[in-house]
């Protein structure tokens, strides 16, 4: 598999280097090389079987649209960008290209997800106020994470509330920790998901990659696909 990533930073270094890993051909490209997705042409980008984009809010919207015009098949690991989910996910549909996107690659996010939702239905009546707790690094740039606005929103519909509160910390080069914490009167309960290094969000970009490859084109959330890895 021929794959290009987007994003030079320290997830997008640890993509490129498990994507070779994993017996993958691997070019990478920097912000300054794809300055406004000027190198993105469409016979640049003929030249790969997936795009993997780790790269900044202000960035990732032009190298999708870049990209998804000619075709392409792109996971997108970059968060911030969701308020033109629906324009991105329609452009992919307009020229037959795949989108899988997410707001976390770590398989143990995505449990957490699933455990979050049936925890927030089993107390649902119970008297129990839901608030949630992320820390990360003081480079990340979007606050609060995309982790945790997912996390808020799957508690949301499960428990029936309008709003989960969400406290962000970033400190030092912290890789990720995210709390869901529901307390009663009487108690408290805490969910909570460490990341050790970047390295789970890296294999769960490639492996998305290679699942992607695989499938017609489309639109896919990865909290949909995760287990068919």
């Known amino acids: 598999m021929r794959v290009l990533v987007l994003g030079h930073g320290k997830t997008g270094k640890l993509v490129a280097d498990v994507a070779a890993e994993r017996g993958h051909g691997v070019h990478v490209l920097d912000a300054k090389e794809n300055k406004d997705a000027a190198a993105l042409t469409p016979p640049f980008?003929?030249?790969?079987?997936?795009?993997?984009?780790?790269?900044?809010?202000?960035?990732?919207?032009?190298?999708?649209?870049?990209?998804?015009?000619?075709?392409?098949k792109m996971v997108i690991g970059t968060t911030g960008w969701y308020d033109k989910l629906a324009d991105m996910r329609g452009l992919a549909e307009r020229r037959s290209a795949?989108?899988?996107?997410?707001?976390?690659y770590s398989v143990g996010v995505q449990v957490m997800m699933q455990v979050a939702a049936q925890m927030a239905?089993?107390?649902?009546?119970?008297?129990?106020?839901?608030?949630?707790?992320e820390t990360h690094h003081v480079t990340k740039l979007d606050s609060p994470s995309g982790t945790a606005l997912s996390l808020a929103e799957v508690v949301e519909e499960a428990a029936g509330v309008a709003i989960v509160p969400i406290e962000a910390k970033r400190v030092g080069d912290a890789a990720g920790t995210h709390l869901l914490i529901a307390t009663s009167e009487a108690d408290r309960l805490v969910l909570q998901?460490?990341?050790?290094?970047?390295?789970?969000?890296?294999?769960?970009?490639?492996?998305?990659?290679?699942?992607?490859?695989?499938?017609?084109?489309?639109?896919?959330?990865?909290?949909?696909?995760?287990?068919?890895l």
Request: aromatic share 14%.
């Open 193 to 228: 998901h460490d990341s050790f290094s970047r390295r789970g969000f890296a294999e769960g970009a490639v492996r998305a990659a290679e699942w992607l490859v695989k499938q017609k084109s489309g639109s896919y959330d990865f909290r949909e696909v995760f287990s068919k």
């Open 45 to 72: 980008v003929a030249g790969f079987d997936v795009v993997i984009d780790f790269t900044a809010p202000e960035a990732v919207v032009q190298n999708m649209r870049a990209c998804l015009a000619t075709g392409a």
């Open 121 to 133: 239905k089993s107390l649902k009546d119970a008297g129990y106020a839901f608030t949630i707790e």
């Open 98 to 104: 795949s989108l899988l996107y997410g707001t976390n």
